[in-house]
């Protein structure tokens, strides 16, 4: 066992886990002022958040090894709720500096079809100063 988890399970490429790295940069950010019941391990819940975030899975689709998916979503929405992920994602983005680069990639952009602002369609429309002197279709 490595840390409450089964072996094969940790090292299954297949879910993700937080480093011991990783999980030591967070774990000063979370919070400490739990009342009532102790928080179950915070490294299994966050990995198991993660991966459902990082796959675009649903919570429930959630593998097993992260313990309830229940657990998952309330710790999700509860810390959101917070502002526990903003004041981390934050402190992690604002320790490193500001970026040398920043980059944008623009082809995954992708416009509506009415942003043109045209009406559309391949149908051939009089223009405005041919269409005066013709007599209307409809008296409505």
Known sequence: MIHGFREDAVMNRDYFWLTDAQFAR???HLPTDTRGKPRVDDRR???GIVHVLKSGGRWVDAPAVYGPR???YNRYVRWAAKGIWRNLFHALASAGGAPEQVLIDSSAVKA???AAGGKGGSRRRP???RAVGVRPKSTH
């Open 45 to 47: 819940v966050i990995s």
């Open 112 to 114: 509506h079809r009415s």
């Open 26 to 28: 967070i774990r000063p």
């Open 70 to 72: 229940k657990t998952l």
């Open 127 to 129: 223009s405005a100063a």
